[in-house]
C-alpha cells in the first residue's frame, strides 16, 4: 500500500490496512465507517482515522450527533487495542463504560471528521483507550472508552443463541437516519419511549452473524427521547449541545428485542440554559444501558429552523417521536428519575 499525506500536518503517514482491521475486531460496513486509518511518527497517538459524519442531528448543535461520535472513537479505541492482535485473530470489543467531555464548539456540518486514539492500558480481559475528535486539527471532544475483550470462542458461547447464518448485505447504511420510536409517556420531568414492536433495530456490520442493538444506536435513541422531554418542558424552539455524557451498557440484546426507552429531568438552572438528564434502556425488568448528560440549551432562532442534514434522506422530525396521545399523557408517572451509579 502506498503511503499518503496526512491531513492534520502534512507529515508522512503509514496506511493501516481497514480490511484486516476489521477483521480484528469483528465490525464491519457500514456500522464501521472510516475512510481512512493511518499511523503517524508521533508517539502520543497509536492510530488516526477519517470518517463523513450520517446521522441526522435533530435538535442537537455540532457537526455530528454525541451518540455518532460515540459510535466512530469507541471504534477506533478497539483499533488502537488491536494494533499488536495477529491479523487472523478475531477479538471482539465490548464497549461497556464512556466518558464524554466536548472540548470545543464547532456548530455547522463539515464533510469529514477525524479521529485519533491510543491505548491507556489493557490486560487480558478489559482495556482502556483515550480517543480525541478533531476537525481542521482543532479538538471538539475526547472520549474515554473501557472495553471487555472478549476471545471468538467465548463470544460465541455467552451470545451463540443470536447467531444467524445469513447476513443481509445492505446497500445504504441504516444509521442515515432516526430512530423510529413509539411514545409512552410524557410529562415535564420524565418521558418514555419504546422501539416499534415487530422490527430489528439496524445492526449492519456490527458483530456480523449476531444481529444485536448497538450501544451507540441505544444512546441514539436516548437523546431522541431526552429532546423529546426537552420540548415538553421548554415549550420554545430550541437547539441542545452535550458537554458531558457517562454512559455505561450492562448487556448486549437482541435486535429483534423491543427496548423501553426512558429520560428523566434532574435539574435545570433558573435561566433554563442548562440541564442535566438522566437515562435509561431497559428489556422488560432487565437493565440495558444508562446515559448521565450535561446539557448546554441555546434558542433556535433564524435559518436555524431548517437544519442541514448529511444525508440525502428527508430529515426527520427534531426527535422522531411524536406526542402520544392526551389519555397517555394525563396518567400519573411511576418512574422517578434516578441516575444509576
Known sequence: MESHVCPLDQQRCKPVDMARMMNKIAVQRPYFAFETLYQTASPEWDIWGDFVPEQPLGLEVGPLAIAEAGRHLAILGSCAVAMPQASDERIYYLAIRAVWVREALLAQMTPRLTARARVVERTQKRARASTELLFDGKLIGALEVEYQILSENLFDTLFGNYREDQCPAVAVSPFRKALDLKPAFIKRHAAIARSLPGTSAPSAGHFP???????????????????????????????????????????????????????????????????????????????????????????????????????????????????????NAARPCRYQPSCPS
Not at 237 to 256: D, I, T, Y
Not at 313 to 325: G, H
Request: aromatic residues 6%; charged residues 20%; glycine residues 4%.
Open 209 to 327: 452473524h449476531y444481529p444485536m442493538w448497538p450501544v451507540a444506536l441505544v444512546m441514539y435513541g436516548l437523546t431522541q427521547v431526552f429532546a423529546a422531554l426537552l420540548e415538553k418542558r421548554l415549550k420554545r424552539p430550541f437547539l441542545f449541545k452535550v458537554l458531558e455524557a457517562q454512559v455505561q451498557a450492562h448487556r448486549l440484546v437482541s435486535a429483534h428485542e423491543q427496548l423501553t426507552f426512558y429520560a428523566g429531568l434532574k435539574s435545570l438552572s433558573r435561566n433554563r440554559k442548562r440541564c442535566r438528564v438522566c437515562c435509561r434502556v431497559s428489556l422488560g425488568l432487565k437493565p440495558i444501558a444508562s446515559l448521565k448528560v450535561t446539557l448546554a440549551i441555546e434558542e433556535r432562532v433564524g435559518d436555524q429552523a431548517q437544519r442541514p442534514n448529511t444525508t440525502s434522506a428527508a430529515t426527520p422530525s427534531p426527535t422522531a417521536i411524536e406526542q402520544p396521545p392526551s389519555d
